[in-house]
């Protein structure tokens, strides 16, 4: 928990493979590139729910293994590995950028909008938004067990957003008020089905229920290309002790702590992308035509 939010993530895979590459003694090619796999297998599972990790290794192998079957030697290959890293990172950072230009047309002045934890495309959709003149209010869930929509409620507060925090189990009875939900994704399926941080479903579908916009903001390098095969994708469950932090006086009692929920795609308008919007029965097209995956792919780990 270092390093929070699937895009940082994402950025600091990239970076450590760049890393390893620079710092590798190998002296074959073989040997360069069984080194960065032991590496990428490190990197890739760090955190189980972030697809944004094992897609940064994807995006940096398919370029990695192209050129080796067509026999670059060692040095060219560090180079390319160094290179295509910093691409990746300096990619993550525009589609940032882009989303929140995409997703800030879709907001007007007097608009309510509610967020639930703390995500970098969110943030830039609304300081986008805020920084083009309009005039908007944010309410902020804290998003237990670890807060982290206080985080964003304090960046929003630093750009001059007016910003509000409610408890989490308040969207319900805020809702009816609202114009857009705005949340992140840390992992989204091929049938559009969103991955987020937990009470992300429960906000969207009372959202749905009063008919109030939910839009998720998410690069690209997030769908999850398992899905296609009918993988699942794994839900993270962390420490009881970020629950309850003297466990002790809870003895014998089970505490369940699941990092993530899944909100289908009925619950979800649009997901905003570096691309474009797209409905979210269009992520399939993302992983097959954009990035050109194939259910049958071998990870690069492996």
């Known amino acids: 928990m270092e390093i929070r939010g699937a895009g940082p993530i994402a950025r600091a895979v ?13 002296t074959s090619t073989d040997s360069f590139m069984e080194h960065l796999k032991e590496a990428a297998r490190t990197l890739a599972t760090a955190r189980p729910t972030a ?14 293994t192209s050129q080796m079957k067509e026999g670059k030697e060692l040095p060219e290959l560090k180079e390319l590995a160094i290179r295509s890293s910093q691409e990746f990172i300096e990619f993550s950072e525009e589609a940032t950028k882009k989303i929140g230009e995409i997703g800030a047309n879709r907001l007007r002045d007097g608009d309510l909008i509610m967020t639930h934890c703390h995500s970098s495309n969110v943030l830039s959709v609304l300081t986008t938004a ?10 902020c869930t804290e998003t237990r067990p670890r807060l982290q929509g206080l985080i964003m409620a304090k960046k929003l507060r630093d750009v001059g957003v ?18 857009h939900v705005i949340i992140g994704a840390d992992a989204i399926a091929a049938n559009g089905a969103v991955v987020n941080k937990i009470g992300t479903s429960e906000i969207a579908l009372v959202a749905r229920e009063a008919r109030v916009r939910t839009m998720v903001a998410a ?12 993988e699942l994708i794994e839900i993270e469950e962390r420490s009881p002790r970020e629950v309850i932090h003297d466990t002790k006086e809870f ?11 899944i909100t289908p795609p009925e619950y979800i308008d649009v997901i905003v992308t570096e691309m474009g919007i797209i409905p979210p029965q269009a992520a399939i097209l993302i992983l097959t035509e954009q990035y050109g995956w194939k259910i049958s792919e071998k990870e690069p780990w492996e």
């Open 162 to 179: 007016s910003t509000t925090i409610i408890v989490d189990c308040a969207a319900r009875y805020f809702m009816e008020e609202f114009n």
């Open 219 to 230: 690069e690209t390098y997030k769908f999850h290309p398992g899905t296609m095969g009918g």
């Open 14 to 26: 990239a970076q450590g493979i760049k890393i390893e590459a620079e710092t590798s003694a190998a």
């Open 251 to 261: 003895s014998q009692i089970n505490i369940r702590n699941p990092a993530f929920d």
């Open 51 to 64: 697809v944004s990790a094992p897609n940064a290794v994807r995006f940096l192998y398919k370029r990695l």
């Open 130 to 139: 805020h920084n083009q003149g309009k005039h908007f209010e944010v309410y």
